[in-house]
Structures are given as C-alpha cells and as structure tokens.
C-alpha cells in the first residue's frame, strides 16, 4: 500500500490511485453496488480503510438520488413508548447505513398531516406513527407519502405496511388478571378523546363482564394521570386501569401524596411496560407492548420498499399482541365494610 496523501483528507482519487482502479468503481463499491468483482471490492475497501477515507455524504447522496435518510413521525416524544419503537427502528436502519429524522407534532393531531409531508420531503421514507389522526386526513396524506409504513393505525386499503398492536387483548388480560384478585369495581383513565387505541381499550372494557367499570375523562401525560387522583378516590372503586403507563406514574405520585395505599387500598395497572414502570413504588403492574420490535419490523418492511425492484410489499395489518407483567402495585381487593 502507497503513502498517505499529504491532503488532511483523503479523496476518491486517491482510493482509486492507490487500489488501481477507476474512481467509477470505487463510487460502486462504497454505495455497496453489487456489481464490482468480491476480490476488488475488498481490495477497495482495504485501501479507504487504510486511507481513513470517509465519503462526501451530500455528494453521495446526490449520486444516488437518494438521503439515506427516514423520517420517524410521532404525536409525542416524551412518551417513552416512542423512544422504544425509534430505538428499534434506528438500529436496524443503521445495519444498512441509514439514519433517522424525528418529527414530533406535540400531540397537536391537526398539524400531524402537514409536518408528516415536510418530514417526506427531506427523506428517503417515512415511518408515521398516526394514532391520532382522522380518517380523513389520512386518505389524503398517504399517497403523498410513500414509500412510508403505518404504525399504530390499520386503515383498509391504505396500500401500504401497517403495523399496530391488539389492544384488546391486553385490556383483557389486565380485567383477567383484577377480577382474579377480587376487583369488580374498576376505574379506567381514558385517553385522549382522538385516540384509535383509546377506543380500541374502551371497546374491550365495554365487552368484559364480571366487573362494573367506571369511565374518568383523563389523558395520555403524567400530569392527567396526578390530576385524576381527586376523582378516582371519590369513585369508590378497588382497582384503575389507566391509558398508559406514563398516566399511571402520575396517578401513583399523586396517590403517594395523599397517603393511600398502593395496593392496599387501590390497585393500579397501566399499559405499554414503559423502562421507568419496573422501578416505581411499587413496581407497576402492566401490559408490555413489544415497540422495540415494532421499530425493527418497519424498516424490515421500508426496506423492502426502498430496494430497485422489490417484490409487492402486503400490506395486511400484522397485529403485536401485549403481555401481561405482573408487579407490585396490584393486589387482592380491600374488603369493603
């Protein structure tokens, strides 16, 4: 191998030069072109190894036509939900040698459409996590967005991947799993009014028999969780199921604050198996919700959609399906004099 240029920076010239081939070849072989000999593009590689030879991403992206960029769309990035599904979905853009724009609409569910399409236009593809958003706007904006994969939403005939999560089934296992205490008076904290999921627990709790389950408009932010206190206590119930995990937290900071006990008094679950939910006191009882993996199978699915020539991508829904993790902020119900 020749000397290093004396340049601070090596160029493609100089892999060429040095590893004896055009600079066409090395463009190939760095964009990862399965059109180069095996035996010449290790040689390649050596030499820009060994050069420290770092591409010109603009100037690569421009060759291909491409960012090698995805945006990640999402009503709310402070929900540590969220941060899984990234988590998994950068990581696995990242084997292939793409990164990750995040566009967080702050829960504001009208501007979700607008930001989505400015998030497409400085990337490759677009992951839109949309639990919020109408139907309607959804028809409009899904055209304009492909190459793109749905998360949190099934909507027939999208033509496209969608990925959500059986809500119901973890409603019924966390009802399944109170009424084996003994609870048969339950709070539910409702989400946001907007919420596809939302409806989706409502629906689930409507069809659960065996308990009585009592509706408080509430939210999806640790402070609608604290603020529900108030109310759950004055509903005389044993056991609250909230939105979410975050919600839970709240509402467990604010019955710490008011000296009642968890579970003694009132049992508490949640839903998602947020990283904090194990290490609150008590431990929060929960559905886990499989984001992480979420994140992996759509950039699977881009993947596919991003490669020359790929085969027609199904885009029936394929539902993850919760578990249930039992802690300890459940307990049998109090007995009522």
Not at 141 to 151: E, N, S, T, W, Y
Not at 215 to 221: F, L, S
Not at 274 to 295: C, H, R
Request: proline content about 7%.
């Amino acid at each position: 191998m020749g000397r290093r240029p004396s340049r601070d920076r090596a160029t493609i010239g100089d892999v060429a030069t040095e590893a004896k081939v055009s600079r066409a070849t090395v463009s190939r072989v760095m964009n990862g072109l399965a059109t180069v000999d095996p035996a010449i593009a290790e040689r390649v590689r050596a030499t820009a190894v060994a050069l420290d030879y770092r591409p010109n991403q603009v100037a690569r992206s421009l060759a291909l036509g491409r960012t090698q960029t995805i945006g990640y769309v999402v009503p709310d990035l402070t929900n540590p939900s969220f941060h899984s599904g990234l988590r998994g979905l950068s990581r696995a853009a990242a084997e292939q040698g793409y990164r990750v724009l995040v566009a967080d609409s702050a829960e504001h569910a009208d501007e979700e459409p607008g930001l989505a399409l400015d998030t497409r236009r400085r990337c490759d593809a677009v992951v839109l996590v949309a639990p919020r958003m109408s139907e309607s706007d959804l028809a409009r904006l899904l055209p304009d967005l492909q190459p793109a994969v749905l998360l949190n939403r099934v909507v027939a005939g999208a033509g496209l991947p969608q990925l959500d999560v059986d809500w119901a089934s973890g409603i019924r296992d966390l009802v399944r799993h109170l009424s084996g205490l003994g609870h048969r008076r339950i709070a539910y904290l409702q989400g946001p009014v907007a919420s596809r999921s939302n409806t989706a627990r409502e629906l689930a709790l409507a069809a659960a028999t065996g308990v009585e389950v009592i509706k408080i408009r509430c939210g999806a932010m640790f402070p609608d969780g604290h603020a529900a206190a108030g109310q759950v206590l004055d509903s005389g119930v044993s056991a609250v199921i909230a939105f979410n995990d975050v919600v839970a937290l709240g509402l467990l900071g604010a019955l710490h604050e008011l000296g009642t006990d968890v579970p003694g008094a009132l049992s508490v679950v949640g839903f998602d198996d947020i990283p904090f939910a194990a290490y609150t006191w008590p431990p929060l009882t929960t559905a886990w919700v499989p984001q992480e993996e979420m994140g992996r199978l759509a950039w699977q699915r881009l993947s596919a959609l991003l490669t020359p020539g790929h085969p027609v991508v199904d885009d029936a829904p394929v539902l993850l399906r919760p578990r249930l993790v039992v802690r300890g902020s459940t307990g049998r119900a109090p007995l009522r004099v």
